[in-house]
T-cell receptor, first 110, second 113 residues
Framework: QQQVKQSPQSLIVQKGGISIINCAYE??????FPWYQQFPGKGPALLIA?????SEKKEGRFTISFNKSAKQFSLHIMDSQPGDSATYFC?????????FGTGTRLKVLA | DAGVIQSPRHEVTEMGQEVTLRCKPI?????LFWYRQTMMRGLELLIY????????DSGMPEDRFSAKMPNASFSTLKIQPSEPRDSAVYFC???????????FGSGTQLSVL
């Protein structure tokens, strides 16, 4: 019940395309859903986050869609760029304890 | 602010040796976390401090692992004795409060031979 399932494991997208990464959770106590971006040799950095009182949050080219009834949330990267190539982690948290997904390695082809 | 600072960036040691990883959180942040990242298990929370006090150490794998936070600007994670299965990237992260944005350091790549 503490797991966050993330898919796909890897993703290749053409420059300008849309990248979509999905996550699912089971614990209804989770109330904070961040997405982290990690470049090789660096720590994860917060990209965008959402709380369950809204169904969508957009920041620039990045959008989180949240479906509370299905217990699913997804990250959409519009107009994907080669600089977006990184590993993306979803997470869910009821408090201080973040449960991270297993990560999606995104490669955007120039 | 320089962000969360971890040292060393890389550590190579032999099995049985003591390893100490260091972390300086962002000034003013009250919460500090140690995470371990491996291919097999992903990002795992090892221990969480709030106001320098260990709140949750349920993720510490075994007694060989210990962590301290003697003051608000410094924390250590010690492994004694180290084993090859401890090889991983260890991240320190801090946040202004328990359920707020996490800021990660660049990590320590530990290799135990």
């Amino acid at each position: 019940q503490q797991q966050v399932k993330q898919s796909p494991q890897s993703l290749i997208v053409q420059k300008g395309g849309i990248s979509i990464i999905n996550c699912a959770y089971e614990n209804t106590a989770f109330d904070y859903f961040p997405w982290y971006q990690q470049f090789p040799g660096k720590g994860p950095a917060l990209l965008i986050a959402i709380r369950p009182d809204v169904s969508e949050k957009k920041e620039g080219r990045f959008t989180i869609s949240f479906n509370k009834s299905a217990k699913q949330f997804s990250l959409h990267i519009m107009d994907s760029q080669p600089g977006d190539s990184a590993t993306y982690f979803c997470a869910a948290s009821p408090s201080y304890k973040y449960i991270f997904g297993t990560g999606t390695r995104l490669k955007v082809l120039a | 602010d320089a962000g969360v600072i971890q040292s060393p960036r890389h550590e190579v040691t032999e099995m049985g040796q003591e390893v100490t990883l260091r972390c300086k959180p962002i000034s003013g942040h009250n919460s500090l976390f140690w995470y371990r990242q491996t291919m097999m298990r992903g990002l795992e929370l090892l221990i969480y401090f709030n106001n320098n006090v260990p709140i949750d150490d349920s993720g510490m794998p075994e007694d060989r692992f210990s962590a301290k936070m003697p003051n608000a600007s410094f924390s250590t994670l010690k492994i004694q004795p180290s084993e090859p299965r401890d090889s991983a990237v260890y991240f320190c992260a801090s946040s202004p409060g328990p359920n707020e944005k996490l800021f990660f350091g660049s990590g320590t790549q530990l290799s135990v031979l």
